[in-house]
């Protein structure tokens, strides 16, 4: 028997390390026992007396991305043998990799429910804490305790930070406590219900949280954190400069959320409104400088279909709407093939501004830079976060990009519905323009046929 130690419940590059390691000696899933520190009882077989796992070479194999991100979501799931099964489908996907895409392997299946199971947590927790104010010796803070099913408190942390970083807030769970100053996120032990106050939520901290919506630097601070190893959040040095960044950015935006927190009131059609104002006037690249005005989404606010679009091309820079040039008709006519009825669906763009080149009298379309994208991805956020659809579809690798956080590859990704950062269904598939583009016909026919059969299955995803 080979033990595996892990440092917490949630300890995936721990899960990662032992799992790599042990793969590349060809350890048999079930010769390994999996073991989280102080938790005695997370052992899954009988113990053993060979050596603890060494850590992994760097050298590694690979595995297909989407079990990376499977296994992210299901190390978070409460059941003591997520490890192990894991691990079980690791060995197997060494040998066929393709098993990955097989949903009726009864291992895979389990996994994806367990990873479902996991993301409805997350989203619970972020949809029912609810802070309770008190005042102790530091002053004003708010407290809140939560008993989620899985372990994905620490997972929720950023969100948290994003939405609530300018109060002291303590949220209590029977597994770990988080404490924010307004500048550095710490970690405590466990906690029980009588350690959080009664009484009712407080309905400033609600405002606070709504206005949160309209602040573009906490994105950007939730993201950094989001990326920063778990390791170094209860290190000084590293959150205090979160700290100073939102210092820095909070002065400049004040007077952004006082106006976005009077004129909404808590009314999604209101909020959507005050951030398409707020977008108009976007200045985060210097992409308004050249283009006519910024181009925002539009489409019903409870649409459950989501498409993003790369950026406004000439005709939408000047009618001041998405995808309404000719890659926006092929995009209308290939949702009619597919039975998508447009009006339904939301339709925005990953950058809001066009971004072009000058050639006499004609704008040539030139392709967003990863800054821009980034810069405008705080729009696309936002969009997102009031819709809250159940599909947000990636058209093309920008979009992609803004809504993954990384570069990837079209053809390898498209077809499949898969689960965004944020734990909200994604699906990703080619650009018009890319269909407009193909010169050779029999190729373009059989490509916009490929199009609309990812319309087609987008279409029956949505209508489950
Ligand atoms: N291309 C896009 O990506 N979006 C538009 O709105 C138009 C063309």
């Given at each position: 028997m080979r033990v595996a130690h892990l440092a917490a419940p949630d300890d995936f590059d721990g899960w990662r390390h032992a799992a790599r390691a042990l793969a590349m000696e060809r350890v048999?899933?079930?010769r390994v026992i999996w073991q989280v520190a102080g938790h005695a009882d997370d052992l899954f077989a009988d113990g053993g007396n060979e050596p603890p796992v060494p850590a992994a070479p760097d050298a590694a194999f690979r595995v297909p991305r989407a079990f990376v991100d499977l296994a992210r979501d299901v190390v978070l799931h409460s059941d003591r043998q997520r490890f192990a099964m894991l691990y079980a489908m690791?060995?197997?996907?060494?040998?066929?990799?393709?098993?990955?895409?097989?949903?009726?392997?009864?291992?895979?299946?389990?996994?994806?429910?367990?990873?479902?199971?996991?993301?409805?947590?997350?989203?619970?927790?972020?949809?029912?804490?609810?802070?309770?104010?008190?005042?102790?010796?530091?002053?004003?803070?708010?407290?809140?305790?939560?008993?989620?099913?899985?372990?994905?408190?620490?997972?929720?942390?950023?969100?948290?930070?994003?939405?609530?970083?300018?109060?002291?807030?303590s949220i209590l769970t029977p597994e770990v406590s988080l404490h924010w100053d307004g500048g550095t996120l710490c970690e405590g032990p466990g906690a029980t219900a009588a350690d959080a106050p009664d009484g009712d939520p407080v309905e400033a901290v609600w405002k606070t949280y709504y206005a949160s919506i309209f602040n573009p630097a906490r994105l950007?601070?939730?993201?950094?954190?989001?990326?920063?190893?778990?390791?170094?959040?209860?290190?000084?040095p590293e959150t205090a400069l979160v700290g100073e960044l939102i210092a820095g950015a909070r002065a400049r935006e004040t007077a952004m959320i006082e106006t976005a927190r009077a004129s909404t009131g808590g009314n999604i059609d209101a909020a959507w409104a005050a951030l398409k104002q707020e977008a108009a006037g976007c200045t985060r690249c210097s992409l308004h400088r050249m283009a006519t005005q910024t181009v925002f989404g539009e489409g019903p606010l409870d649409a459950r279909l989501m498409f993003v679009g790369e950026q406004p091309g000439d005709q939408e820079d000047q009618a001041g709407r998405p995808f309404v040039g000719p890659a926006g008709q092929l995009f209308d006519r290939a949702l009619a093939d597919a039975g998508i009825d447009r009006s339904t669906a939301y339709v925005t763009n990953a950058v809001k501004h066009f971004k072009f080149e000058p050639r006499g009298k004609r704008r040539i379309?030139?392709?967003?830079?990863?800054?821009?994208i980034e810069a405008c991805r705080w729009w696309i956020e936002q969009e997102r976060m009031l819709l809250t659809p159940r599909l947000t579809v990636a058209l093309g690798a920008t979009a992609a990009r803004?809504?993954?956080?990384?570069?990837?590859?079209?053809?390898?990704e498209r077809g499949r519905v898969f689960s965004l950062p944020d734990g909200s269904d994604g699906f990703v598939t080619v650009h018009p323009s890319f269909l407009l583009r193909i010169e050779d016909g029999e190729r373009a026919a059989t490509e916009y046929r490929r199009f609309v059969e990812d319309l087609s299955a987008i279409k029956t995803f949505v209508a489950r």
């Open positions: 048999p899933a079930d690791l060995v197997r996907l060494i040998d066929q990799p393709r098993l990955i895409d097989d949903r009726a392997d009864p291992l895979r299946r389990k996994l994806d429910e367990m990873a479902k199971a996991v993301r409805r947590d997350i989203h619970k927790m972020r949809a029912f804490l609810r802070f309770r104010e008190v005042t102790d010796d530091g002053g004003e803070r708010f407290v809140a305790w939560f008993e989620p099913d899985h372990h994905i408190v620490r997972a929720n942390a950023a969100f948290f930070v994003n939405r609530f970083n300018t109060m002291g807030w950007k601070v939730g993201a950094m954190l989001r990326e920063m190893p778990r390791k170094y959040w209860k290190n000084m379309h030139a392709k967003p830079d990863a800054g821009e803004s809504l993954i956080g990384r570069t990837v590859t079209i053809s390898r």
